[in-house]
């Protein structure tokens, strides 16, 4: 089948595995999307591990078929279990075989009525201006209401979209990006000036600590000079820290409120903000604690972590 060319409503792969409550809370929020019924939608069900996976696939496939009559619904569902990273690679290049774009969702997402609106329109604008990466729906700061959208180097995972043309230049392979952000000097900045561990994800990937599609991404993007576009208030929120996931964590940690209303484009050259990273910056060391060696909060932090776990 040839790919469909400039669709005005890209199509959305969507990617569960054993929680049907997520996937239901994921289409509820979906359907709050007018544009959810103009696109076509691929889910992609990863197969058990085990008999209890079984049973809970089977309800996560219920719950997705209660949805097929509302919207252009497929579901491709694997026989055996490949893993999260093999699950939405394979899916995402699914799609783009067809496609010359896609949004990606998660299960475990939570979207903003203007999320669709949001990453359509951004696919249309920047479709063939080739340093923008992908369109975000997340946004881990608040920006002013005069200031619609930034961009950052690099590119993200919870709820996007990109195009085959920049898919294709995902390097699958981490010793390849880590050396690559080696020889060029780059560990530092990749991580935000020690905001936040990057670096380590990416070694963790190597030695098989880690198995991280989205680091991958990120590197790839971030190796190839180029951006994703952010809404300046979040359009999505991630509903699966509870422990549920691959990847757990607290929910508390990742709140953010989402835009009640949708987001205006003012029209940015597409360039990095050192405005914007130092402000990013700010908040993953806030969140994190993870301040510069000279900054007394690093001691105060690592004091009260040590109290707690007395």
């Not at 709820?159 to 995902?170: P, S």
């Amino acid at each position: 089948m040839p790919i469909k060319q400039h669709e005005l409503y890209a199509p959305i792969a969507i990617f569960a595995f054993n929680r049907p409550g997520h996937l239901n809370n994921l289409f509820s929020s979906l359907m709050t999307n007018p544009e959810a019924i103009f696109s076509e939608v691929y889910l992609f069900i990863d197969g058990p591990r085990n008999s209890e996976d079984k049973r809970a696939i089977a309800e996560t496939k219920a719950v997705a078929e209660s949805f097929a009559k509302f919207l252009n619904l497929t579901i491709i569902q694997k026989e055996r279990n490949v893993g999260l990273s093999e699950s939405i690679l394979g899916g995402i290049d699914t799609v783009l075989l067809n496609h010359d774009q896609v949004i990606n969702l998660e299960d475990d997402l939570e979207l903003s009525p203007n999320f669709l609106h949001f990453v359509n329109t951004g696919l249309e604008l920047h479709r063939d201006d080739f340093r923008v990466a992908s369109i975000q729906g997340f946004s881990i700061i608040e920006l002013k209401s005069t200031e619609s959208s930034y961009f950052l180097r690099g590119a993200d995972c919870w709820g996007w979209a990109t195009w085959a043309n920049r898919w294709k230049y995902l390097v699958r392979d981490p010793n390849i990006l880590l050396e690559q952000l080696r020889i060029k000097n780059l560990t530092k900045d990749f991580d935000l000036n020690g905001a936040y561990p990057y670096t380590n994800m990416l070694e963790r990937n190597c030695n098989k600590a880690l198995d991280s599609w989205a680091i991958r991404w990120h590197a790839s993007m971030f190796l190839e000079n180029r951006v994703s576009l952010y809404p300046g208030k979040t359009l999505v929120k991630n509903m699966g820290r509870d422990g549920s996931g691959t990847h757990g964590g607290s929910q508390e940690e990742i709140e953010n409120v989402m835009a009640d209303s949708p987001i205006d484009y003012s029209w940015t050259k597409p360039q990095e903000s050192r405005r914007i990273v130092r402000k990013i910056r700010k908040k993953l060391r806030s969140r994190y604690h993870t301040y510069s060696v000279s900054d007394p909060r690093r001691y105060i932090s690592w004091l009260i972590r040590r109290i707690k776990h007395k």
